[in-house]
């Protein structure tokens, strides 16, 4: 097996043309579950984006002692996918379609051999194997994209908002099954809106507003900490 995944983050910043978003980051994202909480806007897929090479960044990312390349393919030849927000799926191809299209960088046997695991990981989408991703349930369809991205056999998981506009139900199953690939061996990084649920499922977590960390920590201390008490959790 392979080291657990550790990426150090510094001075990162990024954003869109001119208009920068991130602001000198500097974060670390350690074996098990980190979670980055924060407003609308604050940056979050941003920083996502940013470590998955969809859009330039500056500033010095190390996976594992080793720079991060700058390309998505060979970042994630490097060991690390992501999750994208809204899933993103193929809705007029299959589920095993779908999840094929996540493992296309390794050979037919292997592809083969990692569509059986993820069946093994997600049981439910082996009884909807052949069924149209697009007439999933949303939380169906979030569990589809969270096995496509397994596909490519990631060291570091990216998972942006995997709860969005599911209900409490499947926001739980979801938030489990980030759990599970974490305690797996898979280090994760997810961003979630759902703060309560995320902090008692994370080993760790980062607050960032306007583009700039506020808060980090251990999920238990972020959860009694003032500064999420008041913002996000309404109480004072
Ligand atoms: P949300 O929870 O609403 O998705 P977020 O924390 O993920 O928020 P980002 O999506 O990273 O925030 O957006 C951060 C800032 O970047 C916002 O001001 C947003 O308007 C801007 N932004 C996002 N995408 C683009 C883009 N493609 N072009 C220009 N500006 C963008």
Known sequence: GTAHAHLKVQ???AGYGAFLVLRDLTLE???GLTVILGPNGAGKTTLLKALSGLIPRSGE???NGEALPKKTSDIVKGGM???PEGRQLFPQMTVTENLELGGWLVAKAERARR???AFNDFPKLRERAQQLAGTMSGGEQQMVAVARAMMSAPRLLMLDEPSLGLAPR???ELLAITRRIADAGTTVLMVEQNVKKALAVADRG?????GTLVASGPAALLTRS???REAYLGAG
């Open 29 to 31: 994202v350690k074996p």
């Open 206 to 210: 980062y607050v960032l507003e306007r």
């Open 81 to 83: 996918a992501l999750v």
């Open 11 to 13: 001075g990162l910043s």
């Open 170 to 172: 499947m926001v739980d």
């Open 61 to 63: 990312v190390q996976l």
């Open 115 to 117: 569509l059986e695991q």
């Open 226 to 228: 003032s500064v999420i």
